[in-house]
């Protein structure tokens, strides 16, 4: 018989993934199954191994919604078969989140458990809105409440809205899209004024953030005539007036734009960053994928013969740590290079060496195969040259090299192939004219996502608001344009973060 396991329920905070804290990262680490809620990001999920189960409760908007009970029963089964189960619950699990119930299954079937908090959507929605909850002058106090009170409740335990009314400092109201009419109402009837401030905040710290002042009295005619959707909170009192209001979130560079990074999956999460940090919305869409060569016996006689090259070239940051890992497999260090002087086609070629403690004797001003080629010429002729590539790409650099008399060899270090199929909120997004930017920082993925989602692009054009193309240098907006897409930004620094840099200065933005 199996030893039960552990319940983790660890609150994934209101919205944006980096608000898991370090505790909750590590809990999702460790998890055999993930039980997670609607409001939690599907991006807290990579935290998880490959290996754990992956359970959506659903909600009322997206079809089945499981009830407590079945949650309750699901979590406890798990646990009980011995696994490890984290309970992912969005916001904070001790407000409004039934944390109680969840914690009485656990003890009433004998299961050890942790609470991990997270951060609350109060407090979040403040901070995201620039309203600050508290203030010397104007709320002292702060008072959390359900939109949402469990109807079978005696009534005297139910809320009081005369003491609601006449509290000194700030109301936040969770879940205040049902019944926003019927709050409102009763605050007014128990005295609140009509002129009390109001902020709503919706969707609160993504990337699509909404936030609407106003107040008490019109909060009813606004749910009547343009309805009110989930998830939002109301933040009620003297701090949500206009001129309390500093929207640092809605005011940066790339608020409210949507950009779709096609490097390869473990290659886009910087790039994405910073993106995000500049306020974008950001899709992963890999269009290339970087793998072994189908055999490593060519990488392995380059590397014996490493000691007989006079130059050695990478043409990738992927080339360097291909060909380093293969080194440091065989038990190869940098000693094996000798006196090989190294060089790189860019920086982020020759940052990637630098991680490998090896510098880069030689780096082009202008990072393309044809500026390496040039200030590589005058000095190969008659030397060993070899050059790590990838099994696909232009053959310029080669060429070059052996007109100027050098002694050529290639191995390819790495395979690089193309996505052959799309993720389907990608495509939706694009089709529906959602998108406006899709990067491309290299010739193989330009011609890939070109290829991959060229036709839901299409359709966004019949919409009016096609996505447009950020290339990573000319010769890449050149492969766009013979694939049938132009590049509406290029990069002056030919490197991820010149990418994003054009995308800023293409919609105003500076540099972000």
């Known amino acids: 018989m199996n030893r039960p396991g552990k319940v983790y329920l660890v609150g994934a905070g209101p919205g944006d993934p980096e608000l898991l804290t370090l505790r909750g990262r590590r809990r999702l680490a460790a998890a055999d199954v993930v039980l997670h809620d609607y409001l939690a990001s599907e991006q807290l999920l990579r935290h998880a191994p490959l290996h754990a189960e992956r359970v959506c409760f659903g909600s009322s908007h997206r079809g089945k919604t499981w009830t407590q009970t079945q949650i309750n029963e699901r979590m406890v089964s798990e646990a009980l078969s011995g696994k490890t189960v984290v309970r992912l619950k969005g916001g904070d699990p001790s407000i409004f989140g039934r944390l109680a119930e969840e ?118 005619g606004i749910a009547d ?42 290659q886009s999460e910087a790039m994405a960053d910073r993106l995000r940090d500049a306020g974008a919305r950001v899709l992963l869409q890999p269009t290339i994928t970087i793998g072994p060569p189908d055999s490593w016996a060519a990488v392995d006689v380059a590397i014996d013969r490493l000691g007989k090259a006079d130059f050695v070239v990478f043409s990738s940051r992927n080339g360097v740590e291909a060909f380093l890992s293969r080194m440091r497999h065989r038990g190869i260090d940098a000693r094996g290079f000798g006196a090989a002087r190294i060089a790189a086609i860019g920086p982020a070629t020759a940052a990637s060496l630098a991680e490998w403690r090896l510098r880069a004797d030689l780096a082009p001003s202008e990072y393309r195969a044809e500026a390496l080629a040039a200030e590589l010429a005058p000095q190969v002729s008659g030397k060993q040259v070899l050059l790590v590539r990838a099994s696909r790409g232009r053959e310029v650099l080669a060429e070059e090299l052996a ?22 909120e990608v495509l939706t997004e694009l089709a529906a004219g959602r998108v406006d930017w899709i ?55 030919y490197t991820a973060d010149g990418v994003v840099d054009a995308i800023l200065a293409a919609t105003g933005g500076g540099t972000g």
């Open 103 to 220: 914690v009485e299954a656990c003890r009433q079937a004998g299961l050890a458990f942790e609470v991990v908090p997270g951060v609350t959507t109060a407090t979040a929605a403040g901070a995201y809105s620039g309203v600050t909850l508290t203030d010397r002058d104007k709320a002292s106090c702060v008072t959390f409440i359900t939109g949402q009170e469990q109807p079978r409740k005696p009534e005297d335990q139910t809320l009081d809205f005369g003491a609601l009314a006449a509290t000194p400092g700030t109301l936040v109201l969770y879940m205040a899209a049902a019944n926003a009419a019927g709050w409102s109402g009763r605050l007014l009837e128990a005295g609140k004024p009509a002129q009390t401030p109001v902020a709503i905040i919706r969707r609160c710290s993504l990337p699509d953030q909404t936030t609407r002042l106003t107040t008490l009295g019109e909060i009813a």
């Open 403 to 424: 007109k100027a008399g050098a002694i050529v060899e290639q191995v390819v270090a790495y395979h690089s192939s193309d996505i052959v199929s799309a993720d389907d």
């Open 439 to 493: 990067t491309a920082t290299s010739s193989a993925i330009a011609r890939a996502a070109a290829r991959l989602l060229g036709e839901a692009i299409e359709q966004g054009r019949g919409v009016g608001k096609p996505a447009r193309f950020a290339a990573i240098s000319p010769l890449t907006a050149e492969a766009l344009a013979a694939a049938g897409q132009h590049a509406e930004a290029i990069a002056e620094v």
């Open 225 to 266: 005539q343009e309805g009110l959707r989930p998830p939002l909170i109301a933040i009620i009192g003297e701090v949500a007036r206009e001129t309390a209001v500093s929207a640092w979130f809605t005011h940066r560079p790339l608020f409210g734009q949507t950009v779709v990074v096609t490097r390869p999956a473990d």
